[in-house]
């Protein structure tokens, strides 16, 4: 037995004499669109799999649309006798599931580091890329911050519902950024990081955000990029199941309300050398506007993984602090890229442009892979927002029009692995496909 599995099978074991109680594991990866796939495993068998037995699950699951259905993606899905593929647990994740009613406890398996990994899986994809700046010397320190809504648990004619003030009965209708909110709703929000805590979530700072019922969650900076977006991926999970414990349910819709502010991922990155030293403060900071720069370039082509689906795409309509051009600044918050204040030591660039619920892995990949190819170039970027408020580059805001873009485009397809791309962008065209194909009442009143 190798030193992985050892040390699997002691973190295995060690769990079930923790949680005599739990009976099964839920083994759960991302897919493309951002949602969880895997099985339950009774613990037992969990046993055999951390000591070495072979774990795999359909390579296909990773295709699924939104909606779960399957695409003809190039031969994939319907031409490929839907293979099987290896899949390995992740370490350090088995932990305890706090939101079911029964004991139940959940791991993260992956196809990176497997001796087949599948090109388009997510966490496969970013592990690449953190693998290649490695190799270069490059080392990312990361934090995600994540927005969302809580609404109430019944929906109204399929529309969500203000969530009620657990004093007043009321509904938490008033856009406000009141402090009180939060003690308000103290109760789900205490449980909601406690819950993250439980799975090795750093969650800290929570605030009331401006819309109703909208608040955001930070977590502490990560040298590890992989486990950065785990947090952002599984945080996601904790917080709808825990919200329905407490009779709400919370979403990252990117824009669940038209005329309030949408959800967004904000996603800061530092760049260290392996002696330690921030990579975008040298030269008194020149290749801080280097790795700018490279960002704004990729950013546009970029749309598909940062607006993932159509209503990501109404985000992007010029509410308050939502960029419409790629745009960067010093303490800016209407920028794609902000720069916060901070010493060298710390001097990062946070990307805000991300909806909520994009797919951490990728969004995280998208950045890198721009940050990489413009301290490459080294070409100096537009004016900031400091300097020119009208300073930007359009990018598409329709998702057909994106989906070529990003295909067409060789950095990316150079950066992220044609393979991926090409996969992608074919998800994507047919899911806004398959959305579009519905009549809806609106479509009756205008043109009946």
Known sequence: MDAVCSDLLAEVRTFRQRYPD?????????????HFYGKRYPIEMLEKVAAGSALKLPQNCVLLGTQGGLFKIGDYCFND????????LVPGTLKLVGWEQQALGQMLITSSGTE????FEPREVLAQVLERLGRKGIFPVVAFELEFYLFDRQLQDGLPQFPRDPLTGDADDQPNMHIERLSRFSAVLDDMVETAQAQGIDATVITAELGPGQFEINFGHLDDGLRAADWAALFCRSTRGVALKHDYRASFMAKPYLHHPGNGMHVHVSLYDEAGNNLLAADGQQALRHAVAGCLEVLPHCMPIFAPNHNAMRRLSGTVNVATRASWGFEDRDACLRVPESDDRNLRIEHRLAGADAN??????????????????????IASLNEDRGSGIDFPLEMLAAVQSMQSHAPLREGLGAEFV???CENKRQDHLAFIQEISAREYRWFL
Not at 26 to 31: A, K, N, Q, R, V
Not at 116 to 119: G, K
């Open 22 to 34: 739990v009976r099964y594991v839920d083994l759960i990866s991302l897919d493309i669109p951002g």
């Open 81 to 88: 006798g839907d293979p099987d593929a290896p899949r390995r």
């Open 116 to 119: 087949q990994p599948i090109v």
């Open 360 to 381: 951490p892995y990728l969004v995280l990949a998208a950045i890198l892979v721009g940050l990489e190819q413009g301290l490459q170039a080294g070409r100096e970027p």
């Open 422 to 424: 090409d996969v992608y």
